[in-house]
Antibody, heavy 120, light 107 residues
Framework: EVRLVESGGDLIQPGESLRLSCAASGFTFSGYAMAWVRQAPGKGLEWVSAMSGTGGTTFYADSVRGRFTITRDIYKDTLYLQMNSLRAGDTAVYYC?????????????WGQGTTVNVSS | DIQMTQSPSFVSASIGDRVTITCRASQGINNWLAWYQQKPGKAPKLLIYAASVLQSGVPLRFSGSGSGTDFTLTISSLQAEDFATYFCQQSDSFPLTFGGGTKVEIK
């Protein structure tokens, strides 16, 4: 079974840092591009970042570029999102998702999400 | 950036109704469009990709059409388990963008 499990969400103060993890199983992790998508409370979906299967190409939304970094460890089958200088506007459920193919950037498998709450 | 405009934002419908949701891209995206279903407290689920290709396991009452800038998602006969929020997403280029969502509720 293809599965993605996020962790690392927390209640954190503005300006602090947090690292999210996404453990992948049931597929060849190194062969697929991956993404982070977030959803603020009561709002729609916002794509945050993506990384190609090789890890050689990364993309970021303007709202997080320079503050967030996406990485992957193919030996641990894990995707990460390092989030620095967090703001109240970053409060959301963060989903990890897998791209079925590259290009044609749609996401066929999603994790259950992890909650980040940025508040003083 | 490609803007995705979804309408309506809310639909009130009954079991058995035909429901149509539209999504418009701010520029042509060929058929690079996906549709997702999301239920409260759950992750989004892929329904359709490439505008009209049904993801494996998705019931045949769901269908998608369109190309260029205008797309539709149709539920031919609404079932109880279809009450959810639906999002379109352009899969053409980064930054990836989603429509604002359409909530389908029971009349």
């Amino acid at each position: 079974e293809v599965r993605l499990v996020e962790s690392g969400g927390d209640l954190i103060q503005p300006g602090e840092s947090l690292r999210l993890s996404c453990a992948a199983s049931g597929f060849t992790f190194s062969g697929y591009a991956m993404a982070w998508v977030r959803q603020a409370p009561g709002k729609g979906l916002e794509w945050v970042s993506a990384m190609s299967g090789t890890g050689g190409t990364t993309f970021y939304a303007d709202s997080v570029r320079g503050r967030f970094t996406i990485t992957r460890d193919i030996y641990k089958d894990t995707l990460y999102l390092q989030m620095n200088s967090l703001r109240a506007g970053d409060t959301a459920v963060y989903y990890c998702a897998k791209f079925e193919r590259w290009p044609d950037y749609y996401m066929d498998v999603w994790g259950q999400g992890t909650t980040v709450n940025v508040s003083s | 950036d490609i803007q995705m405009t979804q309408s309506p934002s809310f639909v009130s419908a009954s079991i058995g109704d035909r429901v149509t949701i539209t999504c418009r891209a701010s520029q042509g995206i060929n058929n690079w469009l996906a549709w997702y279903q999301q239920k409260p407290g759950k992750a989004p689920k892929l329904l359709i990709y490439a505008a009209s290709v049904l993801q494996s396991g998705v019931p045949l009452r769901f269908s998608g059409s369109g190309s260029g800038t205008d797309f539709t998602l149709t539920i031919s006969s609404l079932q109880a388990e279809d009450f959810a929020t639906y999002f379109c997403q352009q899969s053409d280029s980064f930054p990836l963008t989603f429509g604002g969502g359409t909530k389908v509720e029971i009349k």
